[in-house]
């Protein structure tokens, strides 16, 4: 069927979308984690916190954000009785 959604390339294309979209996501991950600080060193504000602090929800938000968008291309079905048509 050629008008359901996912079907020949562009499935193959929403499926590589979602794969860069997830492994960005795990980047903006590692990128929260702040290992790159020197201890003892002092911190820079950001917005009324502290730099890693505001580094750190950046990346949260921006991974919300690409989570949702990964969601919305993936192929869910519920099951339900009108999906053979």
């Not at 911190?43 to 916190?49: D, F």
């Amino acid at each position: 069927m050629r008008g359901m959604r996912g079907s020949g390339h562009r499935g193959v294309a929403r499926r590589r979308l979602r794969r860069w979209l997830l492994a960005a996501i795990g980047v903006l991950y590692a990128a929260s984690i702040p290992w790159y600080r020197e201890s003892g060193a002092a911190p820079q504000v950001w917005l009324g916190l502290p730099g890693w602090v505001t580094v750190a929800l950046g990346c949260y938000v921006a991974a919300a954000i690409l989570n949702a968008i990964a969601w919305w291309l993936a192929e869910v079905s519920d099951g339900g009785r009108d999906e053979g048509r």
